[in-house]
């Protein structure tokens, strides 16, 4: 039923417990992964304080790392073909376009992330995607 | 993978595309689907302009209607167990007491509905299911 299924992954808990419930769905219904994530512009506040660069890298690595640790814990448990994606921007922008763009049939996605306190504040990307995304939205707690 | 579907409809063009694609869903993961149909309470300013009695006849009634046409036309398109349920309340309290209370592995629900023009005001339902609901909430569009 859904031939390709986007999973946005920020590396918490909650992110990798929302990836296995899609893979476990995939795998029944024979359907694509696609894990995503999407690193943040640093705020100028931060900018401030550090060697950015430095920081570039190491939040860089992070990504790479979460994607790659996410991918191999998933493709071990099930038989599923699995891409991975990288990206700089806005999350909940970023994950729409990219839904948008190459056509998923499905975005599934946590309840709750790494920003689940600003998300009080700001509006958490789950609801952000929920509303803007144009394909259907599955929301794991 | 779910055994339990809630799919709340509220008659909207919307919400029966949206069990459409719970039902297939369904049929392809060999889960029940429950039909949910929420009359919310009548705003004051209503009833004081027309005759309550007859108006509460005729939303009940309305409700039903909804419920059976819908089960009619996914039971014959899919080989599906259907129930269904009608009830009073705040319709995104209802559906997460619902889910809750009767243990729903998913609920299936569109991004609009017949309250489109309200929810931009108050947060429409099927928002605040996803941020409420204790099961995994998946928003059709």
């Not at 920020?10 to 999407?38: C, M, P, Q, R, Y």
């Not at 943040?40 to 990504?63: I, K, M």
């Amino acid at each position: 039923m859904y031939k390709k299924i986007l999973v946005p992954i920020d590396g918490s808990e909650n992110s990798l417990k929302t990836l296995d419930h899609a893979a476990e769905l995939a795998s029944v219904l024979g359907s694509k992964i696609a894990l995503f994530h999407v690193i943040a512009p640093l705020p100028s506040t931060v900018q401030r304080y550090v060697q950015v660069n430095n920081l570039v890298q190491e939040v860089q690595g992070f990504g790479q790392e979460v994607l790659e640790d996410a991918k191999k814990a998933i493709a071990k448990k099930y038989n599923l073909e699995i891409e991975t994606d990288l990206i700089y921007g806005d999350p909940a922008n970023e994950i729409c376009d990219k839904a948008k763009k190459d056509q998923f049939d499905l975005i599934v996605i946590g309840s709750r992330g790494l920003s689940e306190i600003t998300s009080i504040i700001m509006g958490s990307v789950s609801r952000r995607v929920a509303r803007h995304a144009v394909c259907p939205v599955l929301i794991v707690r």
